[in-house]
């Protein structure tokens, strides 16, 4: 069973304490809303859980199928999307699918067939693709690998409604179908999503 | 990994163009200034070698640190951290670096024996060094630049890290490229280089996961 | 005992400097009453050395006993102290040069991997400087100091070719081992384990007052 729970979890940044000891269980099927203003740790914590950045105390455990990964493990295994995300611009869409499916040792299918359905054409250079059409890149790299365990934070940033409608019906698919598939999704406004079953608000 | 760091490198060629640049730049300013002046045979043997690898080494610090600055700063950093196995990711940069630094040595090799005049008696040692130099120059590098990638003011910070740790390696290669000048047999210098660049590699290899990951 | 200790150190280190200039005699070989020198110069390289091995074992500790902040202090302090110390050697052994064969630089190997080793605790520092978040810092210099240490004994292999022409013999080494006299023996060795435990005992200060300081800092908000 896939399975994720973390405890206390803390971060600051110079003097300021972003994070100060949130904790959360998340189980297949279900999806983690994180709302809160701008600047309450959303972001931060979200990455905390997808391992690029240390948090300074707390815990973090996450398992798939019984067994526990370690960090660098977790890293590799996770779908993520965030508004940083970007990816080689003087590479086409195409390249760049085939390039990060290679190096997950995957083959690029699942990349293709989610551009395919959020209408995203894949043979142009990413530097030219407006901010609507890099969202749609996100998600396609996201899924890539056929995670299980989803990190979205503003999911449906900068999407027109075709857009929104085609990434909230995979994010449907996955917690619905995907064997083990559960999500956290970090978003200023509160979401209207099936499956939430808990709730974080970092608003002060 | 390789693949795609030439494919993006020939799109764009800024590091090509940089490191070339620089490097027949500085090449220009050195021969010009010693040229005229007609260096000879004893001081040529003495002093070439080292002017050849501190034009190396210039070029290499102006150029090949943007391997991983570039990837923090457009921030496809991130991506290739959810994606690819640290070991992976070392070895792809490092051999990117290396062909770069290949690629260096070639051009400006033949243009600066050429121009200042030299006479080299065991071009064999000559190739040997440089392609032994050239690795212990591109590993030391590669590491430094993950390093300082996640760094500020990254230009002078690559220098100054940088330097120390390449020290023992031109030590060495300047000396073998001394003795390639002069005829002399290489000795132990080209054994301890060697294992210079054995060291740096494998260590690289072991330090990287803990500066590339948090 | 802690209590005690600067009171020993000191009383100590007094007995050292009478030691130093009344109890041993002079060198053979020397200028004037420069071989005086020696008492303070090779125990400040020495400690300089070793706090460089100081460092490089507490950034294995930091990164593999699970990321404590204090083992990162220790290191970061001991390099500093490194700093201090490597510092203070070198102007000294400038100046003891000076007087033995007039100039103040000569290349002599030791000489030369003191100052090597100097650029590199510079450049350790920078590297921290130039980093503000406590956790990158900590793994990337950790990285580095590991990084310097691989490439340390390369530098001890080189070092015997960096002698040129003018002054052949490594001065410090030759005389050192071979002619000195028994007094003289003592009065070095006691002057080096004064300096390593001024060395340990300063380090312990900075480590509990910047730990002190962090702590006020994380009050603070």
């Given at each position: 069973?896939t399975?994720?729970?973390?405890?206390?979890?803390?971060?600051?940044?110079g003097?300021?304490?972003?994070?100060?000891?949130?904790?959360?269980?998340?189980?297949?099927?279900?999806?983690?809303?994180?709302?809160?203003?701008?600047?309450?740790?959303?972001?931060?914590?979200?990455?905390?859980?997808a391992?690029?950045?240390?948090?300074?105390?707390?815990r973090?455990?996450?398992?798939?199928?019984?067994?526990?990964l370690?960090?660098a493990?977790?890293?590799?295994?996770?779908?993520?999307v965030?508004?940083?995300l970007?990816?080689?611009?003087?590479?086409?869409?195409?390249e760049n699918?085939?390039?990060?499916?290679?190096l997950?040792?995957?083959g690029?299918?699942?990349?293709?067939?989610?551009?395919?359905?959020?209408?995203?054409p894949?043979d142009?250079?990413?530097g030219?693709?407006?901010?609507?059409m890099?969202?749609?890149?996100?998600?396609?790299?996201?899924?890539?690998?056929?995670?299980?365990?989803?990190?979205?934070?503003?999911?449906?940033?900068n999407l027109?409604?075709?857009?929104?409608?085609?990434?909230?019906?995979?994010?449907?698919?996955?917690?619905?179908?995907?064997?083990g598939?559960?999500?956290?999704?970090?978003?200023?406004?509160?979401?209207?999503?099936?499956?939430?079953?808990?709730r974080?608000?970092l608003?002060? | 990994?390789?693949?795609?760091?030439?494919?993006?490198?020939?799109?764009?060629k800024?590091?090509?163009?940089?490191?070339?640049?620089?490097?027949?730049?500085?090449?220009v300013?050195?021969?010009?200034?010693l040229?005229?002046?007609?260096?000879?045979?004893?001081?040529?043997?003495?002093l070439?070698?080292?002017?050849l690898?501190?034009?190396?080494?210039?070029?290499v610090?102006a150029?090949?640190?943007?391997?991983?600055?570039?990837e923090e700063?457009?921030?496809t950093?991130?991506?290739?951290?959810?994606?690819a196995?640290?070991?992976?990711l070392?070895?792809?940069?490092l051999l990117?670096?290396?062909?770069?630094?290949?690629a260096?040595?070639?051009?400006?090799?033949?243009?600066?024996?050429?121009?200042?005049?030299?006479?080299?008696?065991?071009?064999?040692?000559?190739?040997?060094?440089?392609?032994?130099?050239?690795?212990?120059l591109a590993?030391?590098?590669?590491?430094?630049?993950?390093?300082i990638?996640?760094?500020?003011?990254?230009?002078?910070?690559f220098?100054?890290?940088?330097?120390?740790?390449?020290?023992?390696?031109?030590?060495?290669?300047?000396?073998l490229?001394?003795?390639a000048?002069?005829g002399d047999?290489?000795?132990?210098?080209?054994a301890q280089?060697?294992?210079?660049?054995?060291?740096?590699?494998i260590?690289?290899?072991?330090?990287?996961?803990?500066?590339?990951?948090? | 005992?802690?209590?005690?200790?600067?009171?020993?150190?000191?009383?100590?280190?007094?007995?050292?400097?009478?030691?130093?200039?009344?109890?041993?005699?002079?060198?053979?070989?020397?200028?004037g009453k420069?071989?005086r020198?020696?008492?303070?110069?090779?125990?400040?390289?020495?400690?300089?050395?070793?706090?460089?091995?100081?460092a490089?074992?507490?950034?294995?500790?930091?990164?593999?006993?699970?990321?404590q902040e204090?083992?990162?202090?220790?290191?970061a302090?001991?390099?500093?102290?490194?700093?201090?110390?490597g510092?203070?050697?070198?102007?000294t052994?400038?100046?003891?040069?000076?007087i033995?064969?007039?100039?103040?630089?000569?290349?002599d190997?030791?000489?030369?991997?003191?100052?090597i080793s100097?650029?590199?605790?510079?450049?350790?520092?920078?590297?921290?400087?130039?980093?503000?978040?406590?956790?990158?810092?900590?793994?990337?210099?950790?990285?580095?100091a590991?990084?310097?240490?691989?490439?340390t004994?390369?530098?001890?292999?080189i070092m015997p070719?960096?002698?040129?022409?003018?002054?052949?013999?490594?001065?410090?080494?030759?005389e050192?081992?071979?002619?000195?006299?028994?007094?003289?023996?003592?009065?070095?060795?006691?002057?080096t384990?004064?300096?390593?435990v001024?060395?340990?005992?300063?380090?312990?200060?900075?480590?509990?007052?910047?730990?002190?300081?962090?702590?006020?800092?994380?009050?603070?908000?």
């Amino acid at each position: 069973m896939t399975k994720l729970h973390f405890e206390n979890v803390r971060r600051r940044f110079g003097r300021l304490s972003v994070l100060q000891g949130v904790s959360g269980t998340v189980l297949p099927g279900e999806a983690l809303l994180v709302t809160g203003p701008n600047g309450s740790g959303k972001s931060t914590l979200l990455r905390c859980l997808a391992g690029i950045l240390a948090p300074d105390g707390g815990r973090i455990d996450y398992q798939e199928d019984e067994r526990a990964l370690d960090l660098a493990e977790r890293r590799l295994r996770i779908g993520y999307v965030a508004p940083d995300l970007a990816f080689y611009s003087e590479l086409t869409v195409a390249e760049n699918l085939r390039f990060f499916a290679r190096l997950r040792r995957v083959g690029p299918e699942r990349g293709f067939e989610v551009l395919d359905r959020l209408a995203l054409p894949t043979d142009r250079m990413v530097g030219t693709l407006s901010s609507g059409m890099r969202q749609r890149l996100r998600w396609g790299w996201a899924l890539l690998h056929r995670p299980r365990l989803l990190l979205l934070d503003e999911p449906f940033q900068n999407l027109d409604a075709p857009g929104e409608e085609g990434t909230r019906a995979l994010l449907q698919e996955h917690l619905e179908q995907t064997p083990g598939g559960l999500a956290v999704i970090a978003n200023p406004a509160a979401l209207e999503i099936d499956r939430v079953t808990a709730r974080i608000d970092l608003g002060r | 990994m390789f693949a795609k760091e030439w494919r993006c490198e020939l799109r764009t060629k800024v590091a090509l163009n940089t490191l070339g640049l620089f490097a027949v730049t500085t090449l220009v300013v050195a021969s010009v200034s010693l040229g005229p002046l007609g260096v000879s045979k004893a001081q040529g043997s003495a002093l070439l070698p080292v002017l050849l690898w501190l034009i190396l080494l210039f070029s290499v610090a102006a150029g090949l640190p943007r391997a991983f600055v570039q990837e923090e700063e457009s921030q496809t950093a991130t991506a290739l951290r959810l994606s690819a196995t640290p070991s992976a990711l070392f070895c792809g940069k490092l051999l990117y670096s290396l062909t770069l630094v290949v690629a260096l040595e070639a051009l400006i090799t033949p243009i600066y024996v050429t121009i200042m005049n030299l006479e080299v008696k065991s071009p064999g040692l000559l190739v040997a060094s440089l392609a032994a130099g050239g690795y212990g120059l591109a590993a030391g590098s590669t590491l430094v630049a993950a390093i300082i990638a996640q760094a500020r003011s990254k230009g002078t910070l690559f220098s100054v890290l940088s330097f120390p740790i390449l020290l023992p390696l031109l030590i060495l290669v300047i000396e073998l490229t001394r003795n390639a000048v002069v005829g002399d047999p290489a000795g132990m210098a080209l054994a301890q280089l060697l294992l210079y660049d054995a060291s740096v590699s494998i260590f690289g290899l072991m330090l990287f996961p803990v500066v590339w990951n948090p | 005992m802690k209590k005690n200790l600067p009171w020993l150190l000191w009383l100590w280190i007094s007995a050292v400097i009478v030691g130093a200039f009344y109890y041993a005699p002079l060198a053979k070989g020397f200028i004037g009453k420069s071989s005086r020198i020696l008492f303070f110069h090779v125990p400040m390289a020495w400690v300089s050395f070793t706090a460089f091995i100081a460092a490089a074992v507490w950034s294995v500790l930091y990164l593999t006993r699970g990321r404590q902040e204090r083992h990162d202090r220790a290191a970061a302090v001991a390099i500093q102290l490194g700093l201090l110390f490597g510092v203070l050697a070198t102007v000294t052994g400038a100046l003891w040069a000076r007087i033995m064969w007039g100039a103040y630089w000569n290349w002599d190997p030791r000489q030369t991997s003191l100052l090597i080793s100097l650029l590199f605790y510079a450049a350790y520092l920078a590297l921290r400087g130039a980093v503000d978040d406590p956790e990158k810092q900590g793994r990337l210099a950790a990285s580095y100091a590991l990084l310097g240490l691989v490439v340390t004994p390369f530098l001890f292999w080189i070092m015997p070719r960096l002698t040129y022409t003018l002054h052949p013999e490594p001065v410090v080494n030759a005389e050192g081992k071979v002619d000195m006299e028994s007094r003289m023996v003592q009065v070095l060795i006691a002057s080096t384990f004064a300096f390593t435990v001024l060395f340990f005992w300063m380090h312990n200060l900075q480590c509990r007052l910047q730990a002190l300081v962090a702590r006020r800092e994380e009050g603070r908000e």
